[in-house]
């Protein structure tokens, strides 16, 4: 009897996913082997589509337990005109969970504390690109100064959300704040606020279940009237 086409499916769905899992454990062994990190915890898991440049490596920090997601970014550098400039620029304690396909970019210095989880198409950017000079193209002008972004223990960010600091100064999101998917977060909110809109402010829990209700409804989502 042939089988039918669900179950042939589930079972090529089953095997990649085996694939997967088996190699993202050897390429996080690797990574944690060969990369000089600052440093490096326990039970690291990156999956072998992500890019954190080996290069990158001594300016990023990850504790115990950190997971990474399929085709997240992690870019840095050094400025050398700067004087003082941190040696350390990305900093994931222990617990910390990065979904798939975030882009976390840090100019100066971008810290999530313990548990901090980031859902899918997350940007974390700690500076902006300058374009303040109409005589020259936005390529050549380099970045904004931009600060400081710090990630509270047991944040939560939603879907294609934004936490952006183009400025001198810090955006700090005290503990266990959540930000509703598509927020854009650019200044500091105490603990337990939860954010949405753009830019991002404060609103009753109850509107961060609605927002997410409607999302995952597949419905329009609202913004709403503070």
Same mark, same amino acid.
Not at 96 to 105: N, Q, V, Y
Not at 151 to 160: D, K, M, Q
Not at 209 to 218: C, E, I, P
Not at 220 to 226: F, M, S
């Given at each position: ?12 769905a ?17 990574v944690?082997?060969?990369?000089p ?7 690291l ?28 970014w ?13 040696? +350390?620029k ?5 617990d910390? @969970?990065?979904? !798939? ?5 840090a =100019? #100066? ?11 899918s198409?997350?940007l ?5 690109h ?6 020259s193209?936005?390529?050549l ?9 710090r ?10 959300a ?15 704040? +959540? ?7 650019? @200044?500091s909110? !105490?603990?337990?606020?939860s954010?949405v =809109? #753009? ?9 961060i ?10 419905m ?7």
């Open positions: 009897m042939l089988r039918s086409s669900h179950h042939i499916y589930a079972g090529v089953d095997h990649e996913g085996f694939v997967s899992r088996v190699l993202t454990k050897l390429y996080s062994f690797w944690g082997v060969t990369y990190f600052a440093g490096a915890g326990r039970k898991s990156l999956h072998y589509a992500s890019e954190i440049s080996r290069s990158l490596a001594p300016y990023i920090r990850v504790g115990n337990r950190v997971e990474i997601g399929k085709h997240t992690f870019h840095t550098w050094s400025k050398l005109d700067v004087e003082r400039d941190r040696e +350390v990305i900093v994931l304690e222990d910390c @969970r990065i979904g !798939p396909r975030c882009t976390i970019t =100019g #100066n210095f971008i810290h999530f504390e313990r548990d901090v989880v980031l859902e198409d997350v974390v950017m700690d500076h902006s300058a374009y303040e000079d109409v005589s193209p936005i390529s002008q380099g970045t904004t100064p931009g600060g400081i972004i990630l509270g223990e047991g944040c939560r960010i939603g879907p294609r934004a936490i952006l600091c183009s400025n001198k100064g810090e955006v700090v999101l005290g503990a266990n704040c +959540v930000v509703a998917p598509g927020a854009v977060v650019t @200044r909110f !105490p603990a337990n606020s954010l =809109g #753009n830019p991002a402010r404060a609103v009753q829990k109850s509107v279940s609605t927002v997410n209700a409607r999302r995952s409804a597949g329009p989502e609202l913004t709403p009237q503070i």
